[in-house]
């Protein structure tokens, strides 16, 4: 026992001291990169694993079509990075192998197709997520996820912390025996207040006079007590804008009230309560297969499809009916973000027609619906007719 004590006492050190160097590092202040002034523009590309390629190649043809003018012209280049895939993950036992991560840090912005996270038992070693390891490499702090149901007056912006919580030590808990097992939360000042600045931020811009933010500090004190306590901090440079701490269980259970949801509209909260909040709400705009993700960082951003790589699909053979919105919405987000926001507008408004209003043609993950292909045909001529404005208009008045 005093072995494990000891133990326990030098893993905990060393968890201590790496956290405390992160946090001193988040403060030397970095400036974001301006996406304007680059040229090339560097566009890096993950396939993916399971419906990741099948997917990808419809989203590729969306932004081939959009960003047709500017790739001829050189002034964005496309790189496929092929070595995402949990086969090479697994044989190199990492979550993003060395070359990899060199090539992802050689591009200004990432989209990238789902890809596998094993699991303990699974058949991979049990590696750490790529999604997650990528989101630290890259310091991509801010997990950006709008879920937007017009007809029922819901228009939520939620911004996930995406480095800590309970997240950043995911893979370095510790089991002192068969019976006893921890894992470790962390909270940082400067990690809680970009975050949450970045929500206040987004209110300020929009003209939105509310923001909710979302722990269990009545619980998870220590931790989730900082997030708040920076939270009144911040809110205290927008004097405009109310805020309300909220706890996530009953934050959880009002976001399915129809009469107290649509007041909420920016929604901000540590990593984990974020991942399963969102998660619910995706699923009331139509499944997490609708939702588009973005991570934010000042130096890089990563774009990405909300939901998994469907295994299960591909085994059943019914990888061709994967409904690839999910990643085409992650595209749009990453437009947006560099710069392409009219072109980012419109596949967003046929998006919605597609996937919410017209539904001309509808995906259900077999044959009881249409491909992926034929659902992206019908994406890219919405987003290509003459009359898009208009149509859209008239579903949303
Ligand atoms: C998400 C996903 C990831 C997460 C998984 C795949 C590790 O659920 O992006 O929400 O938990 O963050
Ligand atoms: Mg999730």
């Known amino acids: 026992m005093n072995d494990m004590i000891q133990k326990a006492q030098r893993h905990f050190a060393e968890l201590v001291r790496t956290q405390m160097e992160r946090s001193e590092k988040m403060k ?4 974001w990169l301006d996406y304007r002034t680059l040229e090339p523009l560097i566009i890096g590309f993950c396939w993916g694993d399971g419906i990741g390629p099948i ?5 590729e043809r969306v932004l081939n079509t959009i960003l047709q003018d500017d790739i ?7 790189r496929t990075i092929a070595g995402l895939t949990i086969e090479n993950r697994a044989r190199q036992l990492k979550a993003i192998p060395d070359d990899v991560l060199q090539e992802l840090k050689a591009c200004h912005v990432i989209l990238k197709a789902p890809t596998t996270t094993p699991e303990k038992g699974g058949p991979y070693p049990n590696i750490e997520s790529a999604n997650v390891a990528m989101r630290r490499e890259l310091d991509l702090f801010a ?13 939520w912006m939620f911004f996930r912390e995406n480095t800590e919580g309970e997240y950043v030590l995911g893979s370095k808990g510790f089991a002192a025996s068969d019976d006893v097992a921890f894992d470790f939360k962390v909270i940082t000042r400067p990690g809680a207040e970009r975050i949450i600045r970045m929500a ?13 933010v979302v722990t269990k500090a009545n619980v998870i004190k220590t931790t989730d007590g900082l997030f708040l306590e920076v939270a009144e901090q911040v809110a205290r440079d927008f004097p405009e804008i109310k805020w309300e701490g909220w706890y996530i269980d009953i934050m959880t259970a009002k976001l399915i009230d129809p009469k107290r949801r649509t007041q909420f509209r920016v929604i901000v909260m540590p990593n984990l309560y974020g991942d399963i909040l969102t998660d619910e709400a995706a699923e009331m705009q139509g499944g997490v297969g609708t939702a588009g993700s973005a991570n934010i960082g000042k130096r890089y951003a990563m774009f990405e499809a909300i939901h998994g790589s469907a295994p299960r699909m591909i085994a059943e053979g019914r990888g061709q009916y994967a409904d690839p919105s999910s990643l085409i919405k992650a595209a749009g987000m990453m437009l947006n973000h560099i710069g392409y926001v009219e072109q980012a507008d419109k596949l967003q408004k046929a998006l919605e027609i597609c996937t919410q209003f017209e539904k001309k043609i509808t995906i259900t993950g077999r044959d009881t619906g249409v491909t992926g292909r034929e659902f992206c045909d019908y994406i890219l001529e919405t987003m290509v007719a003459s009359d898009l404005d208009e149509k859209y208009r008239s579903y949303i008045l």
């Open 28 to 31: 030397s202040a970095q400036e």
């Open 55 to 59: 997917i990808s190649q419809e989203t």
């Open 72 to 78: 001829a012209s050189g002034r964005i280049e496309f």
């Open 143 to 155: 997990n950006v996820r709008p879920v937007k149901i017009p007809q029922e007056g819901i228009d």
């Open 200 to 212: 206040f931020d987004y209110a300020r811009k929009n003209n939105i006079d509310s923001v909710t």
